[in-house]
């Protein structure tokens, strides 16, 4: 004989919840900063502007993370295109110093 459900056991995730899904994981934060980097931007400034009001973070600390972002599996998953444009930037970049 089985007890009844009385509604206090924990009911498992669906089956299409970002716990199922490997290599899920990144933050808001961190999706916010790889659509940062997915748009193109009018002019000086703006880009800095945008991460300061949307993000409110400086634009050192958003830096910062994206460059953590690059190194992160989780990140190249979830937007292949940008992190790979990114890296192969970063790259030239290290090898013309």
Request: charged share 40%; hydrophobic share 30%; net charge positive.
């Amino acid at each position: 004989m089985t007890a009844p459900d009385d509604g206090s056991s924990e009911a498992e995730p669906p089956a299409d919840s970002p716990a199922d899904r490997p290599g899920t994981g990144l933050s808001d934060r961190e999706r916010a900063v790889l659509a940062v980097e997915r748009r193109s931007w009018p002019g000086p400034g703006a880009k800095e502007r945008e991460i300061r009001e949307c993000l409110g973070i400086s634009p050192t600390r958003y830096y910062q993370l994206l460059n953590a972002l690059l190194d992160d599996r989780r990140a190249l998953e979830e937007d292949p295109v940008t992190v790979n444009r990114l890296r192969r930037i970063r790259e030239a970049r290290r090898g013309r110093r």
